[in-house]
């Protein structure tokens, strides 16, 4: 079997919302409870902010409950559903869901090559099971690095500061997108995809300060 064909497989059994179902489905992909362990250990996930799992555009979760506790507690941090940490979620979480959005499935920005070419990277970069790097190490790095770019937009949303930056200020892009997690403090990386035009983002931003793309 294929490592795809393995993922989704194991995002099938996720799905099905039992405690038993998560730890499998995270057990029948070494590479995945490999990257948690070392993610946890080299403490990667407290360089990210907060995030809900329940899709602003759905109303629904990307993942089931279960998996949601499966994955905080393999990370060695605490947290209640919906609300968790946003590398976790949107890095292995979104690998392991299976629902459906208006922009395809969560999982396609890591399996398919078009958020890679957009940061300028090999079109596997972003595949999870490669060797060297985890995928939220790969991805924090990708958003430091379109954080220092030209391309932005900062507003505050009740007294968060909340920025949005974006590879090339019109057409295709990856956006990489930030929120402080109090008033305060600086932001910290809440989700990183790509878009197909990056000057609408960047006109509309300001004009409606408000949390995005599932910021908690």
């Known amino acids: ?64 409950p279960a998996l949601f506790d499966e994955l905080h507690r393999r990370a060695g941090l605490p947290a209640t559903w919906p609300v968790g940490n946003a590398g976790l979620l949107h890095c292995y979480g979104y690998l392991l869901s ?26 596997d970069a972003f595949l999870p099971w490669l060797p060297g790097p985890t995928l939220l190490a790969r991805a924090t790095a990708a958003a430091a690095a379109l954080s220092a770019g030209l391309h932005g937009s900062t507003v505050a949303v009740a007294g968060r500061e909340s920025r949005v930056f974006l590879s090339a200020s019109e057409g295709p892009a990856a956006l990489a997108y930030a929120v402080a997690p109090s008033p305060g403090l600086p932001p910290l990386p809440v989700t990183l995809f790509p878009v197909t035009d990056a000057a609408a983002i960047l006109t509309e931003f300001p004009t409606l300060p408000r949390l995005r793309w599932n910021a908690a």
């Open 98 to 123: 299976r629902e459906p959005t208006p922009y395809g499935l969560k999982s396609d920005r890591w399996l398919t090559p078009a958020l890679a070419v957009a940061c300028g990277l090999p079109e």
């Open 1 to 64: 079997m294929s490592e795809l064909a393995a993922l989704m497989h194991a995002a099938d059994r996720a799905a099905t919302s039992t405690p038993v179902a998560a730890q499998s489905a995270i057990d029948a992909l070494p590479w995945l409870d490999a990257s948690l362990r070392a993610d946890r250990d080299a403490r990667r996930f407290a360089a990210w902010g907060r995030s809900t799992a329940v899709d602003e555009n759905t109303g629904t979760g990307v993942i089931a």
